[in-house]
Nanobody, 114 residues
Framework: QVQLVESGGGLVQAGGSLRLSCAASTSTFTIYDMGWYRQAPGKQRELVAYKSIGGITKYADFVGGRFTITRDNPKNTVYLRMNSLEPEDTAVYYC????????WGQGTQVTVSS
């Protein structure tokens, strides 16, 4: 069983920054990919960024260099630093961990006001 606990969401003005954290509780499974997805009201969940256990990183095109994903493998923790936030970034952000089975966090709300 893998549980993901997210933190760091909140309300920020456009142009501001937030840092999301996600800690996975497992000492049994290897987590291959860890990443972040988001879902805005009325839209499908979409990839924001992920980082593999070997360091391969992928960002969605809309990130445009504004976000940085980092990962602490020994702690099974992934972070998402978000800069230059825009109202369009408003969504629930979900942490995702892949142990050959997908696991999701409960989500953390990010609201960017204009």
């Amino acid at each position: 069983q893998v549980q993901l606990v997210e933190s760091g969401g909140g309300l920020v003005q456009a142009g501001g920054s937030l840092r999301l954290s996600c800690a996975a509780s497992t000492s049994t499974f290897t987590i291959y990919d860890m990443g972040w997805y988001r879902q805005a009201p009325g839209k499908q969940r979409e990839l924001v960024a992920y980082k593999s256990i070997g360091g391969i990183t992928k960002y969605a095109d809309f990130v445009g260099g504004r976000f940085t994903i980092t990962r602490d493998n020994p702690k099974n923790t992934v972070y998402l630093r978000m800069n230059s936030l825009e109202p369009e970034d408003t969504a629930v952000y979900y942490c995702d961990a892949d142990t050959l089975q997908r696991h999701w966090g409960q989500g953390t709300q990010v609201t960017v006001s204009s």
